[in-house]
């Protein structure tokens, strides 16, 4: 059984819609998900039994927009924790950010893109896109850390790099729909998955 977080967002519903006709999937949300045969609604509170019964997690959560984002805890962090800790076997994949480094190193970036990243870093959103990356991949457990740059409407061809080859600010951007093919394959696909375990892609809009 394939687990959503995320599934009310704009890349996690995407997910959610491009799964449905041939997987089971458990949503985990806040907010009401049109009903499926296929889909089971869940709480965060049964998060731990739901994780019990998945064969891949995926995690699409974000600070929604607001001034109140700032003062939020580092809840995708706390979460990841949660996932990353749990004594179950699944594949672990989780949607982070284009601006974020590999922690293992190999990013190569412009030094207007370290300066600007350098200096945003401490806003909640980030901070919480970072350390939720130096934790996933520091798993045991097998995970892939995907890593778009600037999102935008709409589906089209796009290319997958293990490291950070484009500065984020020249124009960069990758299509929601893209982003979804790419992680509902992870999901699904295991010569996909086998290539991208353990990484943390950057994707980018051919
Ligand atoms: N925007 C960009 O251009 C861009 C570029 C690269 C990477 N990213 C990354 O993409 C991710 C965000 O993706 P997105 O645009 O699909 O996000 P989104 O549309 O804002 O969706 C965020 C999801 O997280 C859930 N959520 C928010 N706060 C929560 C909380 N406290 N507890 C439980 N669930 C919570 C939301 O649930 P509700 O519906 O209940 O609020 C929603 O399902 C972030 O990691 C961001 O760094 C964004």
């Known amino acids: 059984m394939i687990v959503i977080l995320g599934a ?14 041939n997987h089971k999937v458990t949503a985990v949300a806040r907010k009401d998900i049109p ?16 994780l019990s019964e998945a064969t891949v ?5 974000g600070h929604v927009p607001s001034v109140n984002m700032l003062f939020e805890p580092l ?18 994949i ?13 990013d190569s970036r412009p030094f207007m893109d370290r300066l600007i990243i350098g200096s945003i870093g401490w806003l909640t959103p980030f901070r ?17 850390c995907v890593r778009p740059v600037n999102f935008i409407e709409g589906e089209g061809e796009y290319e997958v790099f293990e490291h950070a080859t484009k500065s984020v600010f020249s124009g960069a951007a990758a299509k929601m729909g893209s982003i979804a093919d790419f992680m509902s394959k992870l999901a699904t696909d295991d010569v996909l998955w086998n290539k991208w375990k353990f990484k943390m892609p950057m994707l ?3």
């Open 8 to 21: 009310t967002g704009r890349i996690g519903s995407r997910i959610l819609e491009k799964l449905l006709p």
């Open 128 to 144: 919480d896109s970072i350390q939720s990356a130096n934790y996933i991949s520091t798993l045991k457990k097998e995970w892939c």
């Open 204 to 206: 980018y809009d051919k």
């Open 35 to 50: 009903p499926h045969p296929n889909l089971t609604t869940k709480s965060f509170d049964d998060l731990d039994s739901v």
């Open 57 to 61: 997690v995926v995690s699409c959560l």
């Open 75 to 92: 809840f995708v962090t706390e979460i990841n924790k949660k996932i990353g800790e749990h004594p179950s076997n699944f594949r672990f």
């Open 94 to 106: 989780q949607l982070n950010s284009g601006g974020v480094d590999n922690p293992h190193g190999g």
